[in-house]
């Protein structure tokens, strides 16, 4: 097996605050409990439908917490399920990356933009010692169905063990290490259907490798860190690596080790990973499954699958089930929408766009896919056009987007009641909206019939800002003055109000 070499020195920007406090999932879910952002369900729970139900309930409340199912019927292995692991929390998401709980959704966005600057390469450590090789079965031995596999709608096609999942494929040439998150179906114990979007990385190394005329190697992770979890549905350039991406997030490398049955290295310190081959020509019937738009996916179709040649495990292990839902709902919530505006961000400050004040991804828009905020401070005419063009081709951006929107510097971007605000007052439909056609989209878009126009969508360019010729005519909008909401703030207890006062926005100076 090819090494990594065991480099710990980040690359790019330095991280000023010290590693997350924890190391993996096990790690991660004690600081969570600590803060009180952990639920255990002791009493229990039926995978089949019950658990997704009890998921989908609570998590209608954006401030739900990770909830650790802990009881099933028939569990040989003594599994466990997490479940809303990040979810719409930016609170974990911050714990994940070690920043501050309290940042404001804004403020997030900048400091995980800054980390993820920075490179931290994985190290290899001794298969003896990786937690992961607690149990490892290889040939008969081998049974997934031992698992509480989750069924989590009704019209699932059947038992999905890989929604919160890390995949990791190679590409033939290169030898790059891709880390993506792909649905994955349990078919039999040994047996697992893989989808991949098309133009997805997994996909292609999938295509190179049977171009060859060769077997394709996958490693799947299916109890994951949440780091990882993130960096694998993030994304990235193809000659770039989600795993030195990772340990900049965290701020120490991603430990892996050598598998027994093929070359790809595993996540050492994670909960469940296989090792498999994706053979040319072997397809099964797989899907759908009900998916992040709040409908269900592409229809059932024949998909590749994994033949799974060696199991991995730790002792009780803890399967990462990632619910796909209308928000807030989805575990693609406010934690995605962070991380996609922090990746916006940066491809927007690549290609040189001058006078961005903030990016958001909301997250109620199909999980964070579907709407792009981006707030500017105009300096020049088509400064508006040329944001909404280069936000909706940035490579973070391009994949589903359907509504881009400029709005001025004195609008927040996170804020939808700023927004809405904006469309209404500062939009003429008339002359202020473009469409972009056949654009990047997903075969998951179900408002394009018939379904096999779904590779391809549309955008809508919305230009929300004051009307640049007018910029010196156009209505005065009423802002606090800044000395008086400090006033405001500093007598707000006195005042009666409890906690701390919400942003008023933009001020005007005095």
Known sequence: MEEIAPRAAPT??????????WRDLREWIALVEQRGQLHRVAVEVDPLEELAAITFTRARDEKAPALLFEKFATNPLGARVLSNMLGNSKERFAMTLGLDPDLPVLALIDATRKLMKGRVPPVMVPADSAPVNDIVLTGDDIDLMQLPVPRF???????????????????PVTGRINVGCYRQMLHSKNRVGLYCSPGKDGRLDREAWWARGEACE????????PALFAASSIVF????????????????PVELTRGVTGSLPIPARAEIVIEGVLRPGEFMEEGPLGEFTGYYGSPRSSQPVIEVTALHMRRNPILTAALMARYPSCEQGTWYAIARSARVLDD???????????????????SGFGMIVISIEQKYAGHVAQALALCAQAPAAAYYTKWIIAVDDDVDPTDMNDVMWALSTRCNPADDLDILR????TGLDPSQFPPEKRPYGSKVLIDACRQHAHLSKFPRSTMLRASMSARVAARWTELGFEGAPPSPGKLEEG
Do not use: C, M, N, Q
């Not at 996958?218 to 860190?225: F, L, T």
């Not at 350039?237 to 120490?252: F, K, P």
């Open 12 to 21: 790019g920007a330095v991280r000023d605050e010290p590693p997350a406090a």
């Open 153 to 171: 709608w009704p019209g699932d096609g059947g038992l999905y063990i890989g929604t919160g999942d890390v995949t990791f494929t190679k590409d």
């Open 218 to 225: 996958v490693v799947a992770a299916y109890g994951v860190d």
């Open 237 to 252: 350039g193809r000659g770039e690596s989600e795993l030195d991406a990772v340990g900049a997030l965290t701020g120490r």
């Open 348 to 366: 927007l400050d690549r290609v040189g766009l001058p006078g961005v004040r903030g990016v958001y991804t909301h997250p109620a828009a199909a």
């Open 438 to 441: 056949k654009t990047w989209s």
